[in-house]
């Protein structure tokens, strides 16, 4: 069974950094794409990365360009979002999710990540 588990989440003031950490479990992930998503209080939840667990390539939403990075590490199957520069908007809970056709597609979209974690809470204050 899937399993992701996040961690790194709390409070940080603008400007600062965090790096949330998502370990998977459960199975082989080679040809799973990871994503990072974000729900604030009332809000939808919306994308904000993902990479190919296959060839490293990730795609970003256009809030966090620049200031978010999202990468991998195959050893120890974990992925990761370090996050720059953050503001009082990217307040919010973040979850981790797999979507076990990252060989076709490197999706934005909720319904073709089949797997998620529990999130963790991110707090940027003013």
């Known amino acids: ?34 994503g990072w998503f974000r729900q604030a209080p009332g809000k939808e939840r919306e994308f904000v990365a993902a990479i190919s667990w296959t060839d490293g390539n990730t795609y970003y939403a256009d809030s966090v360009k620049g200031r ?9 199957n974990t992925v990761y979002l370090q996050m720059n520069s953050l503001k009082p908007e990217d307040t919010a809970v973040y979850y981790c999710a797999a979507d076990p056709l990252g060989r076709l597609r490197l999706s934005y979209k909720r319904n073709d990540y089949n797997y998620w974690g529990q999130g963790t809470q991110v707090t940027v204050s003013s």
């Open 68 to 76: 978010f990075t999202i990468s991998r590490d195959n050893v120890k």
């Open 1 to 34: 069974q899937v399993q992701l588990v996040e961690s790194g989440g709390g409070l940080v003031q603008a400007g600062g950094s965090l790096r949330l950490s998502c370990a998977a479990s459960g199975r082989t992930f080679s040809t799973y794409a990871m």
